[in-house]
Structure formats: structure tokens, C-alpha cells
């Protein structure tokens, strides 16, 4: 079954750091460009960062820059989010997200992990 | 505060047809792609259009996209029950280097 599958979520206090992990499953991960996408809770859809499939080519929104570090590991099929200094705004569920084949954006989700930054 | 516009509701009966309007910039939809995606709650997103106006297989035909200069709609035509979740739109943006969404709209079957 082609899925992805996030981990890694939970309570963090402010300053502190986690690392989320999506594992990919029924499809050959390593040709497909990833992404991260949270939503606050009862918010919208915020794009996180990208990493293209051989992981030269990344993009991270402003709002996580310097402090969020995307990779992959193409042998272990699995997408990786490590988050630093996090702050209450980071309080959210995070998406893993695959674009398709041609490039087209987001094609496939996973179901998401829970992220709550508080003290 | 999105860089994408969209309606915060829309609504409409069985049936009807229903647009919902994104609004952005030069930078993005004036020079991007537009896609659409539908959020059921508690769901995770589903892509319902991409490339603008081009959907995927196994999302029915009811579901249309367009886009003229710096604005996209989606279209919904012939409106079920089950159409009744979260919308929005995203584009890619030359300025910020990066992927941007719409506020999202929530349209209410009636």
C-alpha cells in the first residue's frame, strides 16, 4: 500500500527541541521530491520546508528558517524534521507530503503527528 | 495572514454549483501553477486539482479549476452532502522562494 507515515510528535517546552520522521512505504521514495506541512489547530494549511529527492535542492518557509532542518534518507525511505528553539506558534500537526512524479505538488499525505510547544 | 486570499465560507444547496475564488499576486498565481485541495474534517488533504484546471484520476468530474491572471476559482457543480469540508488553494511564490497556501475556505452543504 503506497502511505506515509509520521512519528516523533508530542510535548515540548519552549527552547526545546524534536524530530519528526515519515516513513514511506509502496513506492520508490528515493525519485520523489518531500515536503512538510503543518496546521494549527483550527487553523489552515501552512507549507514547512521541501527537499528534492536526491536532497540538493531545499526550501524552508521564513517563519522556520535557521531553526528547522529538513532531510532524507533514501535507503531507509524515510523524511526527516528536526526543529530547534521551537516556540508556542510551532504548536501544530505536521504533515510529510509527496509531490508526484512530474513535480506536481503534494499528491500524497500522510495522516500527521502533533506537535505542542508548551511549558 | 495568508498570501493567498480566499472567502473564509461559502454555501449551497444540493445540486447547486459553487465557486470559491483565490486571489494572489504577480509573484504567485501571475506566475505559478494552481492547485486545489480538500480537507474533510479530521482528514488529512486531498488533491483536487492541479496544474491549474487538470485533475487527478478517481476525483470526479463535478470538480473544475481555472485560473485567469492573478486569481484562480475552483468550481463545484452538482453539490452533495459529502462535498461539505475545507478548501485551499496553493501556488508556488518567485518572491518568497517557497510554497504558499490560501486561508482556506469552508463551504456548508444546506
Known amino acids: 500500500e503506497v502511505q506515509l507515515v509520521e512519528s516523533g510528535g508530542g510535548l515540548v517546552q519552549p527552547g526545546g527541541s524534536l524530530r519528526l520522521s515519515c516513513a514511506a512505504s509502496?513506492?520508490?521514495?528515493?525519485?520523489?521530491?518531500m515536503n512538510w506541512v503543518r496546521q494549527a489547530p483550527g487553523k489552515g494549511l501552512d507549507w514547512v520546508s521541501s527537499?528534492?529527492?536526491?536532497?540538493?535542492?531545499?526550501y524552508y518557509a521564513d517563519s522556520v528558517k535557521g531553526r528547522f532542518t529538513i532531510s532524507r534518507d533514501n535507503a531507509k525511505n524515510s523524511l526527516y524534521l528536526q526543529m530547534n528553539s521551537l516556540r508556542a506558534e510551532d504548536t501544530a500537526v505536521y504533515y510529510c507530503?509527496?509531490?508526484?512524479?512530474?513535480?506536481?505538488?503534494?499528491?500524497?499525505w500522510g495522516r500527521g503527528t502533533l506537535v505542542t510547544v508548551s511549558s | 495572514q495568508s498570501v493567498l486570499t480566499q472567502p473564509p465560507s461559502a454555501s449551497g444547496t444540493p445540486g447547486q454549483r459553487v465557486t470559491i475564488s483565490c486571489s494572489g499576486t504577480?509573484?504567485?498565481?501571475?506566475?505559478?501553477?494552481v492547485y486545489w485541495y480538500q480537507q474533510l474534517p479530521g482528514t488529512a488533504p486531498k488533491r483536487l486539482i492541479y496544474?491549474?484546471?487538470q485533475r487527478p484520476s478517481g476525483v470526479p468530474d463535478r470538480f473544475s479549476g481555472s485560473k485567469s491572471g492573478t486569481s484562480a476559482s475552483l468550481a463545484i457543480s452538482g453539490l452533495r452532502s459529502e462535498d461539505e469540508a475545507e478548501y485551499y488553494c496553493?501556488?508556488?511564490?518567485?518572491?518568497?522562494?517557497?510554497?504558499?497556501f490560501g486561508g482556506g475556505t469552508k463551504l456548508t452543504v444546506l
Open positions: 496544474g491549474n484546471n
Open positions: 504577480r509573484s504567485n498565481i501571475g506566475s505559478n501553477y
Open positions: 509502496g513506492f520508490t521514495f528515493s525519485t520523489y521530491n
Open positions: 507530503a509527496r509531490d508526484d512524479y512530474h513535480g506536481w505538488f503534494f499528491d500524497l
Open positions: 527537499i528534492s529527492s536526491s536532497s540538493s535542492t531545499i
Open positions: 496553493a501556488a508556488w511564490d518567485d518572491s518568497l522562494s517557497g510554497r504558499v
